[in-house]
C-alpha cells in the first residue's frame, strides 16, 4: 500500500516553463489536495478536488491548474512558471467527504521546486 | 481573513520540561480542530483532532490539546518534552464548514539537553 505518491521529488524549472507535479493515491479517497510550504507562512492550499471531475480553488490558485479524470490522480500543472512559485508542493489525500468535518489528510512527501 | 493563528514562530524548551504550543482560531462554524507535526525534510503527520466529541483530546507521542471555544483557542501540551519531539508543529482549521483545511503559519519546537 503506498499511500500518497508525488513526483518528482526535485525538479529546477526556468522562468516561463511549464511542467506537472504528479499525485497518485491508491486508498480510494474521495478528497485530495495540493498545498504549497514557504517559510514563515505554513502550507496554503492551492486546489482541491473531492471527487473525479470535480475540483475548486483554495487560497493560492494563481499560477496553477489542476484536473480529477480518476480518483486515483491529481496532477498540479504550473503553465508559465516564476519565481515566486518556487517552494515544496504536498499532495494530500482524505477518505471522507465531510463538509466540515474531521477530514484527516495523509501527505505525500514532497515536490521541491525551484524556477530559476 | 485569517482563520488560525499560532503565536509563536519558535518555541524552546529543556528536556523534561513542558511543552505549550498556542493556537487561536476563528470560525463562524463549530470547527474540526488539528495538530499536525513535521518532522525535518519529512512529510506530515497527525498528532491529534478534535471533532466536538470531547474538549481535551488525547494524541500520539504523549501530547493532548483542549479546545476552549470562549476563548477561541486549541493549545497543544505534552507534560515533558523528549528530544526526538523537536520539529515543526502546525494547527489546522477546517474553515466555516467548507471542504478547505487551512494552516496556520507553524511553531518550531527546539529541545534542548
Known amino acids: 500500500n503506498a499511500g500518497v505518491t508525488q513526483t518528482p521529488k526535485f525538479q529546477v524549472l526556468k522562468t516561463g516553463q511549464s511542467m506537472t507535479l504528479q499525485c497518485a493515491q491508491d486508498m480510494n479517497h474521495e478528497y485530495m489536495s495540493w498545498y504549497r510550504q514557504d517559510p514563515g507562512m505554513g502550507l496554503r492550499l492551492i486546489h482541491y478536488s473531492v471527487g473525479a471531475g470535480i475540483t475548486d480553488q483554495g487560497e493560492v490558485p494563481n499560477g496553477y491548474n489542476v484536473s480529477r479524470s480518476t480518483t486515483e490522480d491529481f496532477p498540479l500543472r504550473l503553465l508559465s512558471a516564476a519565481p515566486s512559485q518556487t517552494s515544496v508542493y504536498f499532495c494530500a489525500s482524505s477518505p471522507r467527504l465531510r463538509r466540515g468535518g474531521a477530514n484527516v489528510l495523509t501527505f505525500g512527501a514532497g515536490s521541491r521546486l525551484t524556477v530559476l | ?113
Open chain 2, 1 to 113: 481573513a485569517q482563520s488560525v493563528t499560532q503565536l509563536d514562530s519558535h518555541v524552546s524548551v529543556s528536556e523534561g520540561t513542558p511543552v505549550l504550543l498556542r493556537c487561536n482560531y476563528s470560525s463562524s462554524y463549530s470547527p474540526s480542530l488539528f495538530w499536525y507535526v513535521q518532522h525535518p525534510n519529512k512529510g506530515l503527520q497527525l498528532l491529534l483532532k478534535y471533532t466536538s466529541a470531547a474538549t481535551l483530546v488525547k494524541g500520539i507521542n504523549g501530547f493532548e490539546a483542549e479546545f476552549k471555544k470562549s476563548e477561541t483557542s486549541f493549545h497543544l501540551t505534552k507534560p515533558s518534552a523528549h528530544m526526538s519531539d523537536a520539529a515543526e508543529y502546525f494547527c489546522v482549521v477546517n474553515k466555516d464548514s467548507s471542504y478547505k483545511l487551512i494552516f496556520g503559519s507553524g511553531t518550531r519546537l527546539l529541545v534542548r539537553p
